[in-house]
């Protein structure tokens, strides 16, 4: 069983409860719900909530220790939420919010639409996308899908990137 499911999960402000197999968090942001695979047990005693697999089987203990931490990253975006946020690099890269769409103009013959969760607030500073949701989850999947669009390349650098990724940069021809 992994560390991180042995010591009990702090609620904080949250109020978390578990009814018929699915798990409930709500703060003071919003609320989450998450279904609870049925080889773990979660259990919520006042502030703290424990995960325990239900028997020992080897997917028990990997799930464990899996919603041990879906537990704590709802607990912590229900209160304050997670943020993201992606750097366009390029001559002419460009990004626009048009309705319930992000619009990316990086380098291909067309624009690439893609369409905003319910769950995320995006908005755009010069060529920076912010990324705002309390599900960590969908949002780190939806940051995963705008920088799939153009990933950075390693010779000029230009793409799409998280802020305060390093990209390795390769030094190419050289003249003899």
């Known amino acids: ?48 909530v424990t995960v325990a697999p239900k028997n020992h089987s080897r997917l028990a203990k990997a799930l464990t220790g899996t ?23 390029g001559v002419g890269y460009r990004v626009e919010i048009k309705g319930k769409d992000v619009v990316l103009t990086v380098g291909f013959s067309h624009t690439v639409p893609l369409t905003i969760p319910d769950d995320i607030t995006a908005t755009v500073e010069k060529n920076a996308i912010k990324l705002e949701s309390i599900n960590k989850e969908s949002l780190g999947q939806f940051a995963a899908n705008i920088r799939r669009v153009k990933p950075p390349e390693p010779y000029l650098g230009k ?18």
């Open 159 to 176: 793409g799409i990137r998280y802020e305060g990724e390093i990209i390795r940069r390769k030094q190419g021809k050289k003249a003899v």
């Open 67 to 89: 919603f041990a931490s879906h537990v704590k990253n709802m607990t912590q975006g229900v209160e304050t939420p997670f943020l993201k946020k992606l750097i366009l690099e």
């Open 1 to 48: 069983m992994s560390r991180l499911a042995r010591k009990p999960i702090a609620a904080g402000k949250a109020t978390v409860s578990v009814n018929d197999g699915v798990l409930t968090v709500k703060g003071s942001k919003g609320t989450l719900t998450k279904r609870v695979h049925p080889t773990v047990a979660v259990s919520v005693a006042g502030s703290e």
